[in-house]
């Protein structure tokens, strides 16, 4: 199993490397918030979800809201570090590296509700656990991440990851450490490999690019690749892979460069795992059946039910399907309920499902929360700021960057986005998480 940074860079390269991490590191924490107030105000502020978002925001409303009550309400006791799963899937981290106590992040003077949110009922301005706890609240910050829907998929079975070469990094920890044994096992040979892309929302929507690439360095490395072949089956229209067209068109020429062959408007509907067979459909409901070696599984995505389920979900609209929550795309304000915000995954906002999301906006949900708490208006504009760090081969990424309409808006002065290099793949092997960190204690 590889666990090196190969092919390895030569002493210039390192030596200009090393000498960019600080400036790197500065740039990876969050911006400070203008004019940032704190108020003196005992309101009871719950945050629903204890994942970077919610953490990040209760860090932040500890110094902003002093004399403020707040809960977390959350069962999860394990918090992982997901940024890191395709690198556990491609065999580049071990397992213990996205593995923490949660109560290790835990704001000191926060109480923690161990359980989950069952309901929100936020024209009384309460929610209800899953253990009948009912809990009201004059603030709500919701953070609960979405639901994973591999239950759209026929005959998909999340305990079979690892198993026949199937595959999937979004599930957890251990079924991306799976992944990579199925990968591993199928570089050996080569074959057909099949990767997949649903439509709709989804968090880190680079990752089945990431995948991608990974299996195509690692049939490389152990020279099969030429008697292997890589599809890609993307439920997005023509020509479509990823939502920022600069970084779409370059990544599938990389991929024409590489021979992976890609396939449009054609939706992951069906798997049977022991017979090694994928059922695609495309919108008119035509089905087709592909035969695999190793299959990367990315599930469609939705609103967890406590939200979808709840006045919180957006009516109507592109997210009303997904019943994601109706937040202001600005400020992150919920539209019908002003005493409530958003943070992270679960916001109905047209991008924005990543760490980086997280590290940008949720300095700016506490700096508003705290102004509504005044009863001032919210006023500090999130741009929709997403960071993907694009692995495309062992020891080498691209580091993009980019708002709500696409535009890039790189940060670091030594890297192009659509260039690859040493120093993006050092920056996402070796600083983010320490970045990460930074932003849970609310230190940046």
């Not at 003077?109 to 009201?136: S, Y």
């Not at 995954?345 to 005044?374: C, F, M, Q, Y």
Request: hydrophobic share 45%; glycine share 8%.
């Amino acid at each position: 199993m590889s666990r090196s940074l190969d092919p390895r860079p030569s002493r210039r390269a390192m030596l200009r490397t090393l000498g960019a991490v600080p400036i790197a590191a500065g740039a990876l924490q969050a911006l400070p918030v203008a004019h940032a107030q704190t108020s003196a105000s005992k309101a009871h502020i719950v945050i629903a979800g204890s994942g970077l978002g919610g953490i990040a925001v209760a860090s932040r409303m500890r110094k902003l809201a002093p004399q403020a009550r707040i809960t977390i309400v959350d069962a999860k006791q394990e918090h992982n570090y997901q940024p890191g799963y395709t690198l556990i899937a491609s065999g580049v981290w071990p397992i213990e590296k996205v593995k923490d106590r949660n109560a290790d992040f835990q704001p000191e003077g926060v109480e923690w509700v161990q359980e989950m949110v069952a309901e929100f009922d936020p024209a009384n301005n309460r929610l209800t656990t899953t253990g009948g706890r009912t809990i009201d609240y004059d603030f709500l910050v919701v953070a609960t991440g979405l639901q994973l829907g591999y239950d759209q998929i026929e005959g998909m079975d999340v305990a079979a990851i690892g198993q026949n070469g199937l595959g999937s990094v979004y599930h957890s920890p251990e079924a991306a450490l799976a992944t990579w044994r199925a990968m591993d096992a199928f570089r050996a040979q080569g074959g057909q490999a099949v990767m997949t892309l649903p439509a709709g929302p989804l968090k880190c929507a680079g990752a089945p690019l990431k995948m991608t690439f990974m299996v195509a360095d690692r049939l490389r490395q152990a020279g099969t690749l030429e008697r292997s072949r890589i599809d890609f089956h993307s439920g997005l229209p023509h020509d479509t892979v990823f939502g920022v067209k600069v970084v779409n068109d370059d990544v599938l020429a990389r991929w024409k460069s590489l021979g992976i062959r890609a396939h449009y408007l054609s939706k992951l509907v069906a798997v049977d795992p022991a017979a090694r067979k994928a059922v695609f459909a495309t919108p008119e409901g035509d089905r087709s059946e592909v035969a695999y070696d190793f299959l990367h599984v990315v599930p469609p995505m939705r609103a967890p039910d406590a939200v979808k389920n709840s006045e919180l979900a957006a009516k109507e609209g592109p997210m009303a399907p997904g019943g994601w929550l109706e937040v202001n795309k600005d400020t992150l304000q919920h539209l019908r309920y002003p005493n409530v915000f958003g943070v992270g995954d679960i916001n109905g906002t047209p991008r924005g499902k990543t760490a980086a999301t997280v590290k940008k906006s949720a300095p700016i949900v506490a700096h508003n929360l705290a102004r509504v708490i005044e009863g001032q208006a919210a006023d500090e504009i999130f741009d929709g700021y997403t960071s993907c760090p694009m692995i495309v081969r062992e020891g080498s990424a691209m580091l993009i960057e980019f708002d709500y309409d696409g535009r890039l808006t790189p940060s670091l002065p030594m890297i192009e986005p659509l260039q690859e290099s040493f120093m993006a793949w050092f920056m996402k092997v070796r600083l983010l998480k320490p970045a990460y960190v930074a932003v849970l204690k609310g230190r940046v």
